[in-house]
């Protein structure tokens, strides 16, 4: 190389650099590609978590004035802040920043503790606008049932719960995937924490898992997703089957407080639901049953009180009771006293509880009918127990 094409060649280098140095001071925090500033985001996260405490529910304060059930105004500014960058988010530079920053678990908490509308609806509207909420759904759908990267499928359980949980029932929602996405999710979570057996994943697994089974249990409200769980419903007796299986162990396993019982038997009345809706004339659900049978035992002791999970506990036994009839009717009585027959004893015994309390009738009908036929000892034995205890407290 001569002299000339050196110095030609470091000049050129030069120049590049200068122009990246320029380029850095004139970008300054910009995001990706665009003109938004990093600094302003965070600045209005850390705002508003800063703030949020002053719009959330106040469970121990004495101060009626904070009751939950009192709605209070945003502040102006950090209204337009949250407005502008919600606006912004439609930049996916700028949707990626906001994963970085852990807007997940600050959407969960406005929505969770939030008495203050403005605030809630500045979380949620984004998300569930047409046609970008279509779009969402429809890849939160594709990545649910492609993905084979663990974090994203948390990621998108957690998002998919979220946004579940504030959908109108009678919005039209773009449901193609996105059922057999969730049960394909929970079968590739499975997979993956392979260090661990059924009994012993990871804590943000089993989180993931309530949340499939919390979004689904939302998303069931809606006439259309209900008719995709009953075309699917194979599968989705073997995703509750399983969510079932490590709800017990969760149950029987827990702290025994309040709050973790409260959250334990509201997931239990979620998945009995879904159990509901996939009950089948051409399907008998034997080990669903038995599974909530089990689970029901385990909520006993929360049916005393007035707990949130006392109410939870007993809307678990009336729709287990309605799964019951269900069934019966559409197995008919010989084919439903089989089904009970094979349960165990403490499934067997919590269910013919259920049904005892909430359709007594129905029950004494197929208790009847075990009798005229001289069969069913296991039934009738369990019944005619069940009645002594109840004739004698």
């Known amino acids: 190389m001569s002299k000339e094409e050196a110095e030609a060649c ?14 850095r001071i004139l970008k300054g925090d910009a995001i990706g590609d665009t003109l938004y500033s990093e600094s302003f985001i965070l600045k209005t996260l850390v705002n508003l978590t800063q703030e949020l405490p002053s719009y ?23 209204e337009t802040d949250l407005c502008l960058l919600w606006d912004m988010t439609a930049d996916k530079d700028v949707a990626l920043c906001l994963f970085r920053h852990d807007i997940l678990d600050i959407i969960k908490c406005v929505i969770e503790e939030s008495i203050a ?39 998108c359980s957690r998002l998919l719960d979220v946004l579940a949980s504030q959908i109108d029932p009678m919005k039209e929602i773009p449901f193609e ?7 394909e ?9 392979f260090s661990c057996d059924e009994s012993n994943y990871s804590e943000t697994v089993r989180d993931s898992f309530d949340a ?5 249990y ?18 989705v007796a073997s995703f509750i089957e399983f969510y079932f299986s490590l709800l017990l162990k969760n149950i029987r396993e827990s702290a025994d407080t309040e709050e973790v019982m409260a959250d334990l038997t509201a997931s239990a009345l979620q998945a009995v639901t879904i159990f509901f809706i996939t009950i089948d004339s051409t399907i008998p659900h034997s080990n669903l049953l038995q599974l ?12 005393d009180g007035e707990s949130q999970a006392s109410k939870y506990a007993s809307d678990y036994r009336e729709q287990l009771g309605d799964c019951f009839r269900k069934q019966l009717d559409l197995f008919g009585i010989q084919h439903f006293l089989r089904l009970l027959e094979s349960l165990d004893a403490t499934a067997l015994i919590y269910v013919l509880k259920a049904a005892h309390e909430t359709l007594p009738n129905r029950l004494k009908e197929l208790v009847n009918a075990a009798r005229s036929k001289g069969s069913f000892n296991k039934v009738l034995e369990t019944y005619d127990s069940l009645i002594r205890d109840s004739n004698a407290r």
């Open 177 to 183: 995937g996105l059922l057999q996405g969730i049960v």
């Open 185 to 193: 999710a929970q079968k590739q979570l499975k997979k993956k924490d």
């Open 117 to 155: 509308p403005r605030l809630t609806s500045s979380q949620v509207e984004p998300h569930t606008s047409l046609p970008s909420f279509e779009t969402l759904m429809k890849s939160m759908a594709f990545i649910l049932q492609n993905s084979l990267n663990e974090d994203l499928l948390i990621g």
């Open 292 to 303: 909530s049978g089990h689970i029901g035992s385990q909520l006993r002791t929360c049916l």
């Open 212 to 216: 499939l089974v919390s979004a689904l």
């Open 56 to 78: 959330s529910r106040k469970p121990n304060s004495l101060d009626d004035s904070l009751n939950n059930d009192v709605a209070i105004e945003l502040e102006e500014s950090l």
């Open 218 to 235: 939302n998303f069931s409200r809606n006439e259309e997703m209900q008719m995709e769980i009953v075309n699917l419903r194979e599968h």
């Open 10 to 23: 470091i000049k050129e280098n030069i120049n590049e650099l200068i122009e990246e140095d320029d380029e």
